[in-house]
């Protein structure tokens, strides 16, 4: 009997999708754990996945991490001074394959590089294929500069 609601109870929290709960490598870790991460994803997982990122004190973008602001938004939502040896704006050492000589490189680097070897149509399909990964990357863009705004209001970064 218990062994069914514990059944019962995953299919539910894994959205109907019944999965064996042991690892094909026998190991405990996350892969062992129940998921909604199997099959394709929808609208749904879209705003499920903004739901829960809407819970984080702080949304940090990769592009942006150089930023002055964002290391000071950073520090403060940590609570680590400013000035502190450790704090972002003093570790600048990034591991960075490709180094970026402006801004539309840090965000743009890839798809500008597929467009000028005119490989446009990948582009459009991996567009394709990710737009449900690219709405929530927007979605997380806009809720990161919200954040920035409501920071940036209450602690007066940028007024002179």
């Known amino acids: 009997m218990l062994g069914e609601e514990v059944v019962r109870e995953e299919v539910v929290r894994t959205g109907g999708k019944k999965r064996d709960v042991q690892c094909r490598g026998g190991c405990d870790g996350p892969c062992a754990y ?21 819970a984080f004190d702080a949304i940090l973008l990769m ?24 704090a972002l704006n003093n570790v600048r050492g990034m591991n960075a394959r490709v180094v970026k ?27 394709e294929e990710n737009k449900l990964e690219i709405e929530f990357f927007n979605r ?8 920035m705004q409501v920071w940036k209001e209450e602690t007066g970064w940028g007024r002179g």
Not at 66 to 71: G, V
Not at 72 to 84: E, K, S, W, Y
Not at 101 to 125: F, G, I, M
Not at 140 to 147: I, K
């Open 34 to 54: 129940p998921t909604t991460a199997e099959g394709p994803l929808d609208k749904n997982d879209v705003k499920r996945a903004i739901k829960s990122l809407k």
């Open 63 to 86: 592009e942006k991490l150089k930023d002055q602001d964002e290391s000071a938004f950073l520090n403060d939502v940590m609570g680590v001074p400013r000035d502190a040896s450790f």
């Open 101 to 127: 000589s402006n801004r539309r490189e840090v965000t743009h680097y890839y798809r500008d590089l597929l467009a000028k070897l005119n490989l446009q149509s990948l582009l459009l399909r991996l567009e």
């Open 140 to 147: 997380a863009v806009d809720l990161h500069n919200q954040q």
